[in-house]
């Protein structure tokens, strides 16, 4: 998956530009679900999360996110094109 990704951004670098658009809007969805008092939307965050196809497509996009989601709140991400520590 990752050198189809990488393959994909190397030929169209737009491509890039969308999941990095795309991951930024799952990281500040994420961090509005935690911000509502609402349990609706946490509900839907957390049936999403169970399903195994839902919850990697939320991980392959965050690492793309230029902010990341941590315990004291949203962060510069260290992470360049995607890739993992």
């Known amino acids: 998956m990752e050198m189809l990704l990488a393959e994909l951004i190397t030929k169209y670098p737009v491509v890039l530009l969308a999941l990095t658009i795309v991951g930024l809007l799952?990281?500040?969805a994420?961090?509005?679900v935690v911000m509502t008092p609402s349990?609706?939307?946490?509900?839907?965050m957390a049936k999403i999360e169970a399903n195994p196809i839902g919850k990697?497509?939320?991980s392959i996009f965050v690492s793309f996110a230029p902010i990341q989601k941590s315990q004291k709140g949203l962060e510069l991400?260290?992470?360049s094109l995607g890739k993992k520590e």
Do not use: R
């Not at 349990?39 to 839907?44: G, Q, S, T, V, Y």
């Open 30 to 32: 994420q961090v509005v």
């Open 77 to 79: 991400s260290n992470t």
């Open 56 to 58: 990697k497509l939320i």
């Open 26 to 28: 799952v990281v500040v």
């Open 39 to 44: 349990k609706k939307d946490d509900e839907l």
